[in-house]
């Protein structure tokens, strides 16, 4: 999720470009206090549980629900601050100058502390905490929107994402069973 700070216009995009300011009103009020004129954010929208650890299931049924009260904005870049483009520093950098934007920040939004450790042995970590999984930056990286070369996301759960590619409407005698044509593609 990326957050857009505009004077008093904050708004909510998803990472195709749709406009979700509505559906998390909390989120957007705790934007509106930090202390910027402009900024553009990346993050990500999450439930956490008591442990403290984060649940898309939580989130999903939250938004669904209407109920996004309890979600927290984890931030982990900083694109643009008071006319300032910053995408061409370093992650170091940028995630620096956004420690310093959150250091005082609302609780709803919360910094992505980084870990310059090994990345085998951080993801063995994070999966016997029992988080879903993490996300791995290049620390001398600039921003690339949809670089994936610069970043890797590595899941603890043993879970497999599909794309939907068709389906069919549920009939009678089967009222919720529909057939569906899915696309899987392993990594590479």
Known sequence: MHARVDGGNVRLLTRTGLDWTDKYPAIVDALRLLPVTQAYLDGE???LSEAGLTSFGAMQ???????TEGLVMVLFDLL????EDLTGE???VR??????LLSNGPPRLQYSEHHLVSGDSFYRHACKLGIEGSVSKRLDSPYKPGDRGL???VKCLNLEEFAWLAGTDPEDPRPHLRALL????PDS
């Not at 049924?61 to 109920?67: G, P």
């Not at 643009?80 to 006319?83: E, K, M, R, S, T």
């Not at 899915?182 to 593609?185: E, H, N």
Request: aromatic letters at 10%; glycine letters at 4%; proline letters at 3%.
């Open 45 to 47: 929208l999450c439930a």
């Open 61 to 67: 049924a939250a938004t669904d629900a209407r109920s």
């Open 80 to 83: 643009f601050i008071d006319g």
């Open 90 to 92: 370093p992650l170091r």
């Open 95 to 100: 995630k620096e100058r956004l420690e310093a």
């Open 151 to 153: 970043w890797r996301k």
């Open 182 to 185: 899915l696309a899987y593609a």
